[in-house]
């Protein structure tokens, strides 16, 4: 079993930086591709990005690519995300999860944290 938490979220304005941080317990991370997600109320939950289990390489959702990295420290078990050039559409709960094989499905993804409110308004 591995439990995920996720920090970091907060109020920022259009054009901030916000970072967030999932540290896992339970389980070492080193075995899991890590991904990011988030949803708004009333939209299905959206995969934002997801890094391989060396950190080695990373895939992105078009409309974060170039405004969002990823990265993690496996041995802290803690994942990170980098949030550039917010805008109000990135608003939303993001969640961070872990999964067996890379995926942008949620579906795919075992173990969830609890999600964190980042909202981006001026």
């Known amino acids: 079993q591995v439990r995920l938490v996720e920090s970091g979220g907060g109020l920022v304005q259009p054009g901030d930086s916000l970072s967030l941080t999932c540290a896992a317990s339970?389980?070492?991370?080193?075995?899991?591709?890590m991904g990011w997600f988030r949803q708004v109320p009333g939209k299905e939950r959206e995969f934002v990005i997801g890094i391989s289990r060396n950190g080695g390489s990373a895939y992105y959702a078009d409309s974060v690519e170039g405004r969002f990295t990823i990265s993690r420290d496996n041995a802290k078990d803690t994942v990170y995300l980098q949030m550039n050039s917010l805008k109000p559409e990135d608003t939303a709960v993001y969640y961070c999860?872990?999964?067996?094989?890379?995926?942008?499905?949620?579906?795919?993804?075992?173990?969830w944290g609890q999600g964190t409110q980042v909202t981006v308004s001026s």
């Open positions: 339970g389980r070492s991370l080193n075995s899991y591709v």
């Open positions: 999860a872990a999964a067996r094989r890379p995926s942008i499905k949620p579906g795919d993804y075992d173990y």
